[in-house]
């Protein structure tokens, strides 16, 4: 089958950002971040062994963990909205929808699940499926944490700066992350739905 979209030269300017909290449903957090700062994913490192007859071998070294960050905007400090962020870090005990809100800090930790996607033709959310003749790419995580939440007020603006870190591997050696794209004769597969699995 031929191809039914066209590639642009490279992905770039618009993305779509999907989080998913444990136990929660899809975020858009595009409207409210102003770039992904930074995207660290796994390295396989190795190192050179000198041995006593003058040769090398290659030693093989943990693999890293993957991690992306994030410059948002924060506007108020309830659980589970596009321009809240402080309770996905801070789960509390009661999520506090009540105004006025009032998150405090915590030891609890959960898990999330995050989707970007660039498209020939942008869905209405990151997980949703783009149109089937048109070209796409997507990369999804699992059983991710938010590790930073920090806020920033240097430029007389509220900003904050969002990690999510996650390991690239569960303890049974399935992938935490993958990589999809489509050249428009096959629609992409349906986008997650939850922080813990594909």
């Known amino acids: ?38 995207i660290e994913w796994m390295e396989k490192p190795m190192s050179g062994i000198q041995l006593v007859n003058g040769g090398h071998a290659g030693k093989f070294e943990k693999n890293t963990d993957e991690s992306i960050t994030m410059k948002v905007y924060p506007l108020k400090g309830d659980d589970g909205d596009t321009d809240s962020f402080v309770q996905l870090f801070h789960p509390q005990d009661t999520a506090d929808s009540t105004q006025p809100i009032l998150a405090i800090n915590t030891l609890t930790r959960k898990k999330f699940g995050i989707i970007l996607l660039w498209a020939e033709e942008l869905p209405a959310t990151a997980g949703a499926l783009p149109s089937a003749s048109k070209t796409a790419y997507r990369i999804q995580s699992v059983n991710a944490y938010l590790t930073g939440y920090k806020v920033d007020y240097s430029e007389k603006v509220v900003s904050a700066e969002l990690t999510f870190k996650w390991t690239p591997f569960t303890k049974g050696v399935v992938a935490n992350k993958r990589e999809e794209s489509t050249d428009g004769s096959e629609q992409l597969p349906a986008a997650i739905t939850t922080a813990t699995g594909f």
């Open 1 to 38: 089958m031929t191809a039914a979209g066209t590639l642009p030269e490279m992905w770039q300017e618009l993305c779509l950002i999907g989080i998913i909290p444990e136990g929660g449903s899809e975020i858009q957090f595009g409207g409210a971040t102003e770039d992904i700062t930074a």
